[in-house]
């Protein structure tokens, strides 16, 4: 009853393990937390298995969402194409209100296990430029939580916990390899085959791939 619980959002990429691996060392028990949703990169959710086991997650859920019943997305609306180079903006990979909406069902298990925090990979720095990726967004659906929760209303509210935030892509990498994150388990692609082989050519990929040559650490990342 009195182990140190945390809710972690983990999609199955690098970043989602590091958070994964980064929790883990701050002594917590890790409720791992997946969403299929449609999107056309399903191969993330073997590799959030993957991750999961072998970071000892005590828990790892799946959800199921119908994200791509709304559309809007390159990623859930194959009729999109996802873009194989630089973009101007937000770009079509951007999937409408995705981590609002991850983050409120990770609220909603968090209440429920009586865990207090919630982590999220997302990051700042190196990133596509999503909105839902921002610390004023992190911020303010911090507040929401403890306003719209039994918990946050008793002032045993919550933390949302972005520890990546603020590092480059390089930076996680290193950090993820010392926490022990073996990253051949790990799929970044937008548009990654059933098997995990990645396009090398999305946004996603792309960032990957640099944040490897800068770490210079060695590219696990299967291509096609």
């Known amino acids: 009853m009195n182990e140190k619980k945390a809710v972690i959002l983990l999609s199955g ?4 393990a590091t958070v994964v691996a980064l929790a883990r060392a701050e002594g917590y028990a890790c409720y791992t937390l997946s969403f299929d949703y449609g999107q056309r990169h399903r191969a993330e ?7 999961a086991q072998q970071l000892g997650a005590v828990t790892h859920k799946v959800i199921g969402l119908d994200l791509d019943g709304i559309g809007g997305s390159a ?3 194959t009729r999109i194409s996802v873009p194989e180079g630089p973009t101007d903006g937000i770009p079509v990979t951007y999937v409408p209100a995705r981590n609002t909406v991850f983050l409120s069902l990770a609220l909603g298990w968090a209440e429920v296990l009586g865990a207090h925090d919630i982590f999220i990979g997302v990051n700042a720095v190196d990133y596509s430029g999503y909105p839902d990726c921002r610390p004023a967004f992190i911020e303010g659906f ?18 949302i916990q972005a520890p990546l935030q603020y590092m480059g892509k390089a930076e996680i990498i290193e950090v ?17 085959d059933w098997e ?3 396009c090398g050519k999305c946004d996603s990929c792309r960032l990957r791939a640099a944040g490897f040559k800068e770490a210079g650490v060695a590219d696990p990342t299967p291509y096609r």
């Open 196 to 198: 995990g082989r990645a």
């Open 176 to 192: 993820g390899a010392r926490a022990g994150v073996d990253f051949s388990l790990t799929v970044s692609c937008y548009q990654a």
């Open 45 to 51: 959710l073997r590799a959030a298995e993957r991750v």
């Open 13 to 16: 990429g690098l970043d989602s």
């Open 75 to 77: 990623l859930t609306d």
């Open 142 to 159: 911090e507040r929401l939580a403890n306003l719209a929760t039994k918990l946050g209303v008793e002032g045993r509210g919550f933390r």
